[in-house]
């Protein structure tokens, strides 16, 4: 071999393992809602302090609307290590075999966001992410959204008003339980397809906190909304275990850092994100925005009370009754 070919060889080759040395961690952040989300913007704000705090060591790449995978799927990419970062809905849990988290799903459980903090930020939120980590999950973070409302074609002002529908759930055995308690008919369905369900008639209402709604375009294709805000959506940010405890321990660091501004920006804008969308809702003139009355509201919660007994055991007695004891709900009180 020439001189000449054996110095760009060796230059050449000095370049590409500098870049390797240099090459940013790519985190692969995968979620199922629009940009224009909580979640959409919260993840989108940790990409850009990830980059920040960590110099570029760190690169998140965050893929909105189901664009790398579907609710299931992005569960098992995540165990295989496929996607490093996910922030599922809470009800995503269940079907993993952490039933705790469909303690989420009990409708009225929190009667305010203040409610659902003692929780969500306290040492039983903190006992609840501890259980994923026999699945390979790290859980980093709570993040939130909002109180689900029940939409369809026809009005809703009583639990009668859902008898025999077909309404779209996410796939948690509390959620199916409280869809019967009103006489619906529950389907379990992946988000992505939800507004092509209500669309063509395969579904004839959902419920869904008013961000999803609208961002998703659903109430184009729902006559009516009821502000029943019967039960709460909110995520759990994880990631793989192995790659995370694997990291650079300055990286992790930092990330955790970003993770921590993330979760308080979140929480912050959850609210603000879902009072806009309400507002898009009732300006777009396509869903008729129905705020039920005092007794209207005790109706919905009498009707699905019975749920908070048929499924205790599914979540656990004493992790009910200890948040009950956080947040002074009581089923048998109303
Ligand atoms: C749903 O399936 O309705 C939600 O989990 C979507 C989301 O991530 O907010």
């Known amino acids: 071999m020439k001189m000449h070919t054996m110095v760009v060889g060796l230059v050449a080759a000095t370049f590409s393992m500098i870049a390797m040395a240099q090459a940013p961690i790519v985190i692969k952040f995968s979620h199922v809602v629009a940009a224009d989300t909580p979640k959409g913007k919260a993840s989108e704000f940790f990409a850009k302090r990830a980059a920040e705090l960590t110099k570029g060591k760190a690169k998140v790449e965050v893929y909105a609307n189901s664009a790398l995978y579907k609710d299931k799927e992005e569960m098992e990419a995540l165990q295989l290590g496929a996607v490093q970062m996910l922030a599922p809905s809470l009800a995503k849990f269940g079907p993993l075999g952490v039933k705790e988290f469909e303690a989420f799903d009990f409708p009225y459980i929190f009667d305010d966001t203040a409610d659902l903090h003692k929780i969500t930020q306290g040492p039983i939120g903190a006992g609840m992410l501890a259980k994923l980590e026999p699945k390979g999950i790290k859980g980093l973070a ?24 077909k309404l779209r759930i996410q796939s948690s055995k509390v959620l199916e339980e409280q869809i019967r308690s009103v006489g619906g008919l529950p389907q379990v369905m992946a988000f992505s397809e939800v507004y092509q369900a209500l669309q063509t008639g395969v579904v004839d209402g959902t419920e869904n906190p008013i961000s999803n709604l609208y961002t998703q375009k659903m109430h184009e294709v729902q006559k009516h909304l009821t502000l029943t805000n019967h039960g709460y959506l909110g995520y759990a940010v994880i990631t793989n275990k192995k790659f995370w405890e694997g990291l650079p321990a300055d990286v992790r660091g930092q990330l955790e850092a970003a993770m921590k501004e993330a979760t308080a920006y979140a929480n912050k804008i959850a609210q603000e994100e879902n ?27 009498k009707a699905m009370a019975p749920v908070h007994v048929k499924m205790a055991d599914r979540v656990g007695k004493d992790l009910l009754q200890s948040i009950y004891k956080e947040t002074g709900f009581d089923p048998n009180k109303l």
């Open 142 to 165: 709570f993040w939130d959204n909002g109180f689900k409302s029940f939409s369809a074609n026809t009005p809703i002002k009583a639990p009668a008003d859902l008898k025999g529908k």
């Open 275 to 301: 009072d806009m969308s309400l507002e898009g809702v009732k300006k777009s003139g396509k869903t008729t925005v129905y705020v039920p009355t005092k007794e209207e509201r005790m109706a919905f919660k």
